[in-house]
């Protein structure tokens, strides 16, 4: 079974600027959910999506949003990009009753 | 809102044991996690206590205690690859739904 993948791996941009983010779970994962980590700050919840829902959402700015597609791909929008938004974004998909998270790699914005 | 303590380093040797806390206050608790993370890896799933006591997977060990909000992972026969860092993570559930809120990491260095 394939892992989580997330794209892209690493990604620069300017402030004012906006991304889009990009995770497809395990197959057959309907749950995937967001997290922002920063050196220091550990891993802050933005918002899990099930079955292109979402169900909850951290405490951001509205500036950062998401969404889920019927093949539970899901992804991550931040806009009007800030240089406090330079962090691993961190993707993480699990099954139905299941505990265990399984993270992808991540992806490194830096924000200059 | 959530919050969870936990030691930011812990150093221990070869073959040694060492014990990793984490304490937390939150309301709707549901569950302690524990995940491991290398430098530059994803984090990766080592355990889920919902209950009272202890729960051995191999050389690693969570312990729960609902009452003292409180619990701590053992590490046992220390090896060079668990240099790492260690979060707990607590999953709660309030009118929104689910949510997993973790701790700011330790981290572990096993030295020869």
């Known amino acids: 079974k394939a892992g989580v993948t997330q794209t892209p791996r690493y990604l620069i941009k300017t402030r004012g600027q906006q991304v889009t983010l990009s995770c497809s779970p395990i197959s057959g994962h309907r749950s995937v959910s967001w997290y922002q980590q920063t050196p220091g700050q550990g891993l802050q919840f933005l918002f899990e999506?099930?079955?292109?829902?979402?169900?909850n959402k951290g405490n951001f700015p509205g500036r950062f949003s998401g969404r889920q597609f019927s093949n539970s791909r899901s992804e991550m929008n931040v806009s009007t990009l800030e240089l406090g938004d330079s962090a691993l974004y961190l993707c993480a998909s699990r099954g139905y009753s299941n505990e265990k998270l399984f993270f992808g790699s991540g992806t490194q914005l830096s924000v200059l | 809102g959530q919050s969870l303590e936990q030691p930011s380093e812990v150093t221990a040797v070869e073959g040694a044991i060492v014990q990793i806390n984490c304490t937390y206050q939150?309301?709707?608790?549901?569950?302690l996690s524990w995940y491991q993370q290398h430098d530059g890896g994803a984090p990766t799933f080592l355990s889920y206590n919902a209950l009272d006591g202890l729960e051995e997977t191999g050389r690693f060990s969570s312990f729960l205690s609902r009452s003292d909000s409180y619990g701590y992972l053992l590490l046992q026969e220390l090896q060079m690859k668990d240099s790492a860092s260690y979060f707990c993570?607590?999953?709660?559930?309030?009118?929104?739904?689910?949510?997993?809120?973790f701790g700011g990491g330790t981290r572990l260095m096993v030295k020869p």
């Open positions: 939150t309301s709707g608790f549901y569950g």
């Open positions: 999506y099930f079955s292109e829902t979402q169900r």
């Open positions: 993570a607590v999953k709660t559930r309030d009118n929104a739904g689910n949510m997993l809120t």
